[in-house]
């Protein structure tokens, strides 16, 4: 489940390609694309032909290069054997290839081999370099011993680069498409071309040729950016066959030619060569006089980072006036109240006013905030957690039934403040209060290569404001046992746990603790794991004795309310029935009984996830996430344990792919349980489960982050989850609001206003230009920047000074690679004796097979008049990422994908669009300088060695003081 477990891929057949399409089939994901390297021989014959360079390895399969940049996502990366039912769907025989051995024949040759000795099948599959600019893929499968039919992928290809690309059939046919549509085609009409035997597809870098190196035309086009399954959302090259004779073998051949380049850049109808981020507004170069020097780059904040979290009331009367926010204003409440420090802190944060919080008196009717507890009786027109607002031009006051009301309203109260010339708030009164009663977020406690305490309270604090008030911390047994060991294995401590815990509680949160339920024998030789399985042996008193040492460890750190036990995903329960003579849903639920019974006496309830009470056969196409008598888990009918649980067991009901309607959580319902819709990270699946809830009586709704702590990925998790559980009429944007939002709220302090009043000197880099930004990694209008942001100097704003390119005539930023070019792996960037409080810094990268995971990729080293030396790390999607803001094109062990570009550690600073129409982004990343009492005498700019072929560009650097 925490890898987003089941994806769904399409393939075809000869006898009907546009119907098999649509067919939708679970997949276990396949690791994707990472750096590999073949060298290919040159026949020297065709030199201005932009080359096509395979790579291959087991780990990131195959793919290939155009001038350094992945146009061939991957080679024939998915077979599957399979035979219809008389209903349509599918039975799959058996999916690959990458389960088989690869083997380098020689350079730029490969082979990968397999065997199925359940279905007898066996297949070959050849990778071969044939020339600088060509690859050809050979496939040759031996049938299973069955009647069957096979799919695959032949190839897939980056979209960025083919949008809007004229294409060249061959034979052609009445309907075919003239070119990849440069927005993404609706689900049902992705299919663009059947039946061809050859296509030419005219790119702007190179263009692409791929052709069937056999008799028949079988080879069909679709368009896979809009298929929910495909991270990379890939142009889809497929192929396949019908009714293979049992035991016989076939081969299909594939040539994969680039040419030089013909295509042309279409943008949509309307479209301009630039798009802003949502908080910038830019000028572009070309309205610039060549001659001049642009007016400096300004980076402003948004008016109010808290607008995401300030939902429509339920109930409201708007009044003329407006409350103005004054120095000499006060907030009066309880001195240490939590709703009145965090008021205090996060005004004099938006607006740099600082109000004191005082104890209010009986009778005080002055000018002010005013926090009133009120009691149930005084509030009794307000349900649990509701809150009541009443501004008027000189008082604000907000009213709750209990703290965590009253921090609600407080939310409230800050996301509804705007900025007219003054911070301000309409007149009027309002009422608002909770749909759903739980909210929250399962934080999945996986091993984090930052290892910050307060960043974890920045990620409590953007889900605190979302109106959550549950948090489950969730960790492997493995760290559980590193605790009990005291052993620092990397994670989080015990110590940190019990830190972050306390802040969570101050926020009103409820806590949960948890422990996957997942053993592997090879991990846990302390007790008796049967090799088919990933749970402990259920009846052996010994697992047990093991199993609540853990869970100790977990009551003595969080003292939570209720536990999360897993049993998700459970593998191989058929082995302990067959050796215990139980059915699998007794052995099921007698765990489950025990460990209830062990945390009832404790005052601590259980709570479980729910796939395993869903029958697959029932439920799948419904909701997804069934996996009683899924043939993947091979644990049979547990579903058929939920008479036999304790009907006060918790379930969470967890479903990350949207649909129309979750009735799952009926059916607990209906069986006596407590449900809670449990979404991922997709805002439309949230907001379902939500309505679902609402609709068959379900507790609410708990996000969850697979991902997040690995990757520090805002798009891990979706902050509309508890937003919908508190109104399931929330609406959702198409701008990814929530993770940018996300960002923001975790974003350390250094931008959005908080450099207000910082003197500025923005340094030039004509003097030290190596490149132009129109074209800045070598590549031309692909990625060049053909404007850059530019607008007038504000006090709020961060200011860098960009000089004209004068269209490439003019060097005017600094690049660094690390690979054996013409730029230096290292280049001073700045050398003076000026003291800065805060550096800021605009840059961006060009990495060739980037990742969502963070690595380090370079840093600037910053030297001082007194020799000392400081050095910045750059790490990958923290606060720098690749120039190329596309969705799909970073490595991802999980389906995440949205908004790339905006990060955590840095702030979004332009994003438009190159010359050739793929999207960009530059990043704005402040480091605060431990020692501003020295002048710094140079800095300079370098890149790692590894990632290899990797190049950052530095385009402004603002010194603050």
Known sequence: MNNGSARKILFVSLAGL???????????????????QTDASSDGTQQNVPN???????????????????????????????????????????????????????????T????????????????????????????????????????FDIVKLSPDLLKGAALEVFPPARGDAEKIPVQPTPFADRVLLENKSRVLIKSVLCDIEISELGESSSMLLADGRNMPWDKEKSIYFIGGKDRLVPGQTYSFRYSIRSLPPTGHVVLPKGQTDEISAPNIRHLSLSEAASDKALPAASIAPEKNSWSFYALPPK???????????????????????????ILAREIEELTSLRLPVKAAAQGNTGRGLYIERISHEDGSHLPAEGFEIVTTPDKVTVRGGSERACLYGIYTVLGRLSRVNDWQLKCGTLRDWPDLPVRGVCIAMSNSGLRDVKLMKGYLDAFSRARSNVVIFLHDPLRIRSWQKNVDDGGWTKEQMQEISLYARSLEMDI???????????????????????????????????????????????????????????????????????????????DVRKIHDWLTPQNVKTAMWGDMLLDFTVWDKDVGAANSRNPAFNSGATHLAITQIPSDVLILDWHYDEKKDFRSIGYFRQNGFSATGCPWHNPYAARTLAKSAKKYGGSGVIATDWGFLGTFSPAATTLYAPLCAWSTDCVIGTDNRDVSALAETMRPRGYDGALTGYSQLAVGLEDVGNASTSGIFGLGNVLGLPAVLSQQQKTDAITFDILSDKDGKTLNCVVVENKNG?????????????????????HTSLIEEPQVRSRRVGCYLVEYENGQTETISLMENWNITDIRSSEGLRRNDWTFIRSPDVL???????????????????????????????????????????????KIALIGLTFLQ
């Not at 409201?316 to 709703?339: N, W």
């Open 315 to 341: 109930e409201e009367i708007k009044k003329d006036g407006r409350y103005v926010l004054q120095s000499q204003d006060g907030i009066y409440g309880v001195t240490t109240g939590t709703a009145e420090t």
């Open 52 to 110: 096509l360079q395979l790579r291959v390895d087991a780990y990131n399969h195959a793919r290939a290069f155009c001038n350094g940049m992945k146009v061939v996502v991957s080679f024939a990366d998915f077979i599957e054997f399979f035979v219809l039912n008389m209903d349509g769907s599918r039975h799959r025989i058996y999916s690959g290839p990458w389960k088989g051995k690869l083997k380098e024949d020689s350079p730029g040759h490969y």
């Open 822 to 842: 013409k730029l230096p792996k290292g280049k001073v960037v700045y050398q003076g004796g000026q003291p800065a409080r805060v550096l800021a810094f605009l």
């Open 904 to 950: 955590i550690g840095s702030q979004l600073g332009w994003r438009g669009l190159s010359g050739a129409n793929v999207p960009l982004n530059l990043q704005m990343f402040t480091w605060r300088n431990p020692h501003p009492e020295q002048k710094i005498s140079s800095i300079r700019l370098l890149v790692d060695a590894v990632p290899s072929n990797s």
């Open 18 to 36: 546009v119907t098999a399409l649509l067919a939708l089939l679970l997949l276990t994901p396949f690791s994707l694309l990472a750096v590999g």
């Open 512 to 590: 949960w603790g948890g422990m996957g339920s997942g053993f592997k024998a090879d991990q846990f030789p302390e007790i008796n794991i049967s090799k088919d399985s990933n749970l402990y042996n259920p009846f052996e008193e010994s697992s047990y004795t093991y199993l609540f040492a853990l869970y100790s460890e977990l009551l003595e750190v969080y003292h939570p309310s209720t536990l999360l036990i897993g049993h998700d995903e459970i593998q191989g329960l058929s082995a302990y029935a067959a050796q215990s003579g139980r059915s699998v849903a007794d052995i099921l639920s007698m």
């Open 112 to 151: 990968l081999t397999g065997t199925d000795p359940a279905s007898g099948l066996t297949y070959s599959l050849g990778y071969h370099q044939v020339d600088l600019n060509t690859v050809e893929i050979e496939m040759v499968y031996k049938a299973p011993s069955r009647p069957a039919n096979i799919g």
